[in-house]
């Protein structure tokens, strides 16, 4: 997970003026991640306010971080089922914004997770929501031929 931090895997998060910065696992196995956004004016229509798209770009970037850093081995989120954004406040080129992602809850094929921006006075800028679909590596086969023989 180490090499995804910065852009998070994708150049257009950088070239919007973000970059992941922390991440972690909890208690429960519930992936987290951190961030700083400062947006860059590609990122904002003509009156410098950022595009609401552009807040479902990184907050889809952080709650896929989030999912992949409580995910182990070769397990990986695979595609964005389902994403709600909402923005609350404008957010401001060259204003530095904080960004969260984290999992609210892991199944065997999804994954559900939320993410926020706030200010540097806590204030709540935009939040996601969204639900992923996992690719999850196939079971050993010893895992495998014990369920074949438990269902005999």
């Keep these: 997970m180490e090499r995804w931090l ?67 081995g070769r397990d990986r989120t695979r595609a964005t089922l389902e994403l709600k954004t909402e923005t609350m406040r404008p957010a401001l080129v060259g204003v530095t914004y904080r960004l969260r992602g984290e999992v609210v809850r892991l199944t065997r094929q999804v994954a559900y997770s939320e993410a926020v921006v706030r200010g540097d006075d806590g204030s709540l800028i935009s939040r996601a929501t969204g639900t992923f679909l996992l690719h999850r590596e196939a079971a050993s086969s010893s895992v495998v031929n014990e369920a074949e023989r438990r269902r005999s």
């Design 6 to 72: 910065g852009d998070g895997g994708m150049a257009l998060v950088g070239d919007l003026g973000a970059e992941l910065t922390t991440y972690g696992v909890d208690g429960e196995d519930l992936g987290w991640v951190e961030g700083v956004f400062v947006p860059e004016g590609l990122a904002a229509n003509p009156h410098g306010v950022v595009q609401a798209g552009v807040h479902s770009v990184l907050l889809d970037a952080c709650m896929n971080f989030a999912i992949n850093a409580a995910l182990s």
